[in-house]
């Protein structure tokens, strides 16, 4: 059971706007400790994509944007394209564990 | 150029120990904060150790006693000892660079990982 929740699946068609939300409580984000983003490939590393809730990597599309809100955080991505089917990990600070806290991802499917 | 190269995983019997390096290029292990995250089969990030800059360390619930994490300067390396270990510590482990305040801290970035199979 991971400390952030994420939804399993998210869907979409080429061209539309997803969003993938990333929910924990007073002890992380609603703590106002930042939320980060990164998309997994199959069989690849991590890759950051939003950092600072809203902040994009260098080099990341501006499709990708995040934000956050009380407990919880969201990535949208607009425009999908088939390349953005990927696994996605929302990231963030504990204070009750002392240290960093992942979503359980988010398997992205584009139609 | 950037680049963490982890090695040193492989198959271990259930109790036993192993030790994962993490060699970094394009920047000294001191100048910035490291951590330990694995994914084990099928499964989501987990974090599992820090080290700052200064030398303090940190271990997620699930492995603390039981791994130690460490650098090596002159070597710009990054290790996790792992000693005592379980099925359930099963994963790709990667090392990773933070970036950002301690409690704000995110992973910029990443090694190609390293797996690690428990079982007897």
């Known amino acids: 059971q991971s400390v952030l929740t994420q939804p399993p699946s998210v869907s979409g068609a080429p061209g539309q706007r997803v969003t993938i939300s990333c929910t924990g409580s007073t002890s992380n984000i609603g703590a106002g400790y930042d939320v980060h983003w990164y998309q997994q490939l199959p069989g690849a590393a991590p890759k950051l994509l939003i950092y600072?809730?809203?902040n994009r990597a260098p080099g990341v599309s501006g499709r990708f944007s995040g934000s956050r809100s009380g407990t919880s955080a969201s990535l949208a991505i607009s425009g999908l394209q088939d390349e953005d089917g990927a696994d996605y990990y929302c990231?963030?600070?504990?204070?009750?564990?002392?240290?960093?806290?992942f979503g359980g991802g988010t398997k992205l499917t584009v139609l | 150029e950037v680049q963490l190269v982890e090695s040193g995983g492989g198959l271990v019997q259930p109790g036993g120990s192993l030790r994962l390096s993490c060699e970094v290029s394009g920047f000294i292990v001191t100048s910035h904060y490291f951590s330990w995250v694995r994914q084990a089969p099928g499964k989501g990030l987990e974090w599992v150790s820090v080290?700052?800059?200064?030398?303090?360390?940190y271990y997620a619930d699930s492995v603390k006693g039981r791994f130690s994490i460490s650098r090596d300067v002159s070597r710009n390396t990054l290790y996790l000892q792992m000693n005592s270990l379980r099925h359930e510590d099963t994963a790709v482990y990667y090392c990773a660079r933070a970036q950002g305040g301690t409690d704000s801290a995110w992973y910029s970035y990443w090694g190609q990982g390293s797996r690690v199979t428990v079982s007897s």
């Open positions: 080290i700052y800059g200064g030398g303090s360390t």
């Open positions: 990231h963030s600070y504990d204070s009750a564990l002392s240290g960093s806290v």
């Open positions: 600072g809730n809203e």
